[in-house]
């Protein structure tokens, strides 16, 4: 081997031993690999930044986006309030997710299939006061599996596909991967359900600023408008329509009505209803019922009319000029241009309307309005900011609309119409531009770290191709390979197929490892499905590292797993593919 092949595998392993060491994070040390790789010549400095504009960085940054989309639309709550009803446990619901994603791999592209299902999983475990890390990268995991059923699911079978088709003039067809990956996915779904518990209970995400202040027991006013859900509902309907202790039902005001507040009160058009809650909490009992928040029964002010509207949390001090009047004496909203979501005070049950609460020092207020007017409102106030939080202002009709987006571009990438690169970077686009997501949210929906490290580190993988290590890696697998039975050929290949990934992405590996298992077929008699298959399988199936899949990559950030979580669970999928892998690729692919 040549000086810069030897470099370039040192370099890669020395990579590899920061990320297990952890001393350094994931996007620091992909850098210092960028920066040594460059420093040996093995990465020229016009090759340095090419990463950056690879596809990959582009579809996990546009899913992140999408996910985000996705969960404000608040559809996914509704879908998993009703699968919570119905399946309680962590294991039973670890199932029913590793499952739907895994099948809907099969008919789109994986990433895109995970991205629609992890609002999903971060959603079931808050209402389970469950770690999302328990589902994330199990739910990867199963995208791999099921993105192997299919000509579509995953690059590598597109790619050998050709590959059979420049050899024996015939190319795979959409379900001829069905039989070893069906019986794949099946294997795996069974371990994950069990071998999730291998996963370290401490893996978290970062919460954000919002997260950390949050502030429980707010309480808010929203009216029954035409067309509400909640029409003809008791109370007591009402409030077992959404989840327990979700929200509570502090008072009804109708008219002149006084009285106490019976359970078998039935809800009318008009009815403003005080609710107590969580701020999640009240902003989907809001948009799922198609309720108006407080003051959008009466239209916004005309200063806000197409104003980027947004929302901030507020504390009032001793010295505030608001202590001691109302909102509504104050008139916030028709002289001030801002709007008082809802009121949070320690120690108290708070009834009455957010506007006709006389104010405290102490309080915890939400103020809605123009983003540029809401800084200065707040000083004027003396209050102080707490943290922007993201709070839902359509009304649901146009919930749907992520998911619409989502649906056409994973239907583009099915059909061929688009690369899987610009469809999402498309539905990435239209989402913002269409107002289904803010563009401040947007922005803070992307993993930036994860992009800078798939930045740094494409280059610095694919310095394996550029130096020849790739080729001299293969022939000396050609050899031994040569002194093996047939079905221990097939598993090397599914197994180095699987152990190259991580270093140059599936469909580098493919593009590798599809000619070497073509050789292998030909010098041993075979014909050469059996060892294609096993190439492809192997190439979608990286278990191991966050950055050879971008699945992987996708739930790395949002699990807040570290870089040797991946192994933990990882490793013995991984030997169990090959296990139950190699005899069903034989058994369906008769050499």
């Keep these: 081997m040549t000086l810069p092949q030897w470099l370039s595998i040192a370099t890669l392993t020395g990579m590899m031993a920061l990320f297990l060491w952890g001393r350094f994070r994931y996007d620091v040390t992909a850098v210092?690999?960028?920066?040594?790789?460059?420093?040996?010549?093995?990465?020229?400095?016009?090759?340095?930044?090419?990463?950056?504009?690879?596809?990959?960085?582009?579809?996990?940054?546009?899913?992140?986006?999408?996910?985000?989309?996705?969960?404000?639309?608040?559809?996914?709550?509704?879908?998993?309030?009703?699968?919570?009803?119905?399946v309680k446990t962590v294991r039973s619901q670890l199932l029913v997710l590793t499952a739907s994603v895994g099948f809907a791999s099969a008919l789109v592209k994986n990433v895109g299939a995970l991205a629609m299902f992890m609002p999903a999983a971060v959603q079931m475990a808050k209402k389970n006061e469950a770690n999302p890390s328990v589902f994330l990268m199990p739910m990867s995991f199963a995208s791999l599996l099921g993105g192997l059923m299919t000509l579509v699911g995953t690059s590598p079978n597109i790619i050998v596909s050709r590959v059979r088709e420049d050899m024996t003039g015939q190319p795979f067809a959409m379900f001829d991967y069905l039989p070893t990956g069906l019986g794949l996915l099946a294997v795996g779904l069974v371990f994950l359900r069990f071998g999730y518990r291998l996963l370290p209970r401490d893996?978290?995400?970062?919460?954000?600023?919002?997260?950390?202040?949050?502030?429980?027991?707010?309480?808010?006013?929203?009216?029954?408008?035409?067309?509400?859900?909640?029409?003809?509902?008791?109370?007591?309907?009402?409030?077992?329509?959404?989840?327990?202790?979700?929200?509570?039902?502090?008072?009804?005001?109708?008219?002149?009505?006084?009285?106490?507040?019976?359970?078998?009160?039935?809800?009318?058009?008009?009815?403003?209803?005080?609710?107590?809650?969580?701020?999640?909490?009240?902003?989907?009992?809001?948009?799922?019922?198609?309720?108006?928040?407080?003051?959008?029964?009466?239209?916004?002010?005309?200063?806000?009319h197409g104003a980027d509207i947004g929302v901030i949390e507020a504390v009032i001090p001793n010295d505030s000029p608001l202590i001691g009047r109302t909102a509504g004496r104050l008139l916030m909203r028709e002289r001030l241009g801002v709007n008082l979501l809802a009121i949070s005070r320690a120690g108290e049950h708070l009834t009455s309307k957010p506007g006709q609460i006389v104010l405290r020092g102490g309080d915890v207020i939400v103020l809605q309005g123009p983003l540029e007017l809401l800084p200065q409102r707040i000083t004027q106030f003396g209050a102080l900011p707490l943290a922007e939080r993201s709070i839902r202002l359509g009304s649901s009709r146009g919930s749907w609309l992520p998911l619409v987006i989502l649906a056409a571009a994973m239907l583009c990438t099915a059909m061929g119409l688009l690369p899987v690169a610009v469809a999402f970077f498309a539905a990435a686009g239209l989402v913002v531009i269409t107002g289904a997501l803010p563009v401040g949210e947007a922005y803070e929906a992307i993993e930036w770290p994860i992009l800078i490290m798939l930045g740094a580190l494409i280059p610095v993988s694919a310095s394996l191709q550029t130096t020849g290590a790739s080729d001299v890696i293969a022939t000396h697998l050609a050899l031994l390979a040569k002194t093996l039975p047939t079905w221990g050929a097939v598993a090397l290949i599914l197994l180095v197929a699987m152990a190259v990934t991580p270093f140059l992405n599936n469909a580098a590996t493919v593009l590798v490892m599809a000619p070497i298992a073509a050789v292998f077929a030909h010098d041993l008699g075979y014909r050469p499905e059996a060892f294609l298959i096993a190439t492809a399988v192997g190439a979608g199936c990286d278990f191991l590292t966050p950055i050879g899949h971008q699945c992987n990559t996708l739930v790395f950030g949002p699990g807040g797993y570290k870089f040797g979580d991946y192994a933990r669970l990882g490793a013995p999928l991984s030997l169990l593919v090959i296990l139950v892998g190699t005899p069903l690729i034989l058994w369906t692919w008769p050499l």
């Design 203 to 304: 893996r978290r995400a970062a919460p954000s600023l919002g997260e950390a202040l949050n502030v429980a027991g707010y309480v808010t006013q929203a009216t029954i408008v035409e067309d509400a859900a909640p029409i003809g509902e008791t109370i007591e309907e009402f409030l077992a329509r959404h989840e327990e202790d979700e929200v509570t039902v502090t008072q009804v005001l109708r008219g002149d009505m006084q009285g106490s507040l019976e359970p078998t009160m039935h809800l009318r058009e008009g009815d403003v209803l005080i609710l107590s809650g969580e701020p999640d909490a009240l902003e989907r009992v809001i948009v799922r019922d198609r309720l108006a928040h407080a003051g959008e029964e009466t239209g916004a002010s005309e200063s806000t």
């Design 32 to 86: 210092i690999a960028l920066l040594a790789a460059l420093a040996l010549g093995i990465v020229k400095p016009d090759d340095a930044f090419k990463g950056f504009s690879d596809d990959i960085v582009i579809i996990v940054g546009s899913a992140l986006v999408l996910s985000a989309a996705v969960q404000r639309s608040g559809v996914i709550e509704t879908a998993t309030s009703f699968a919570s009803r119905h």
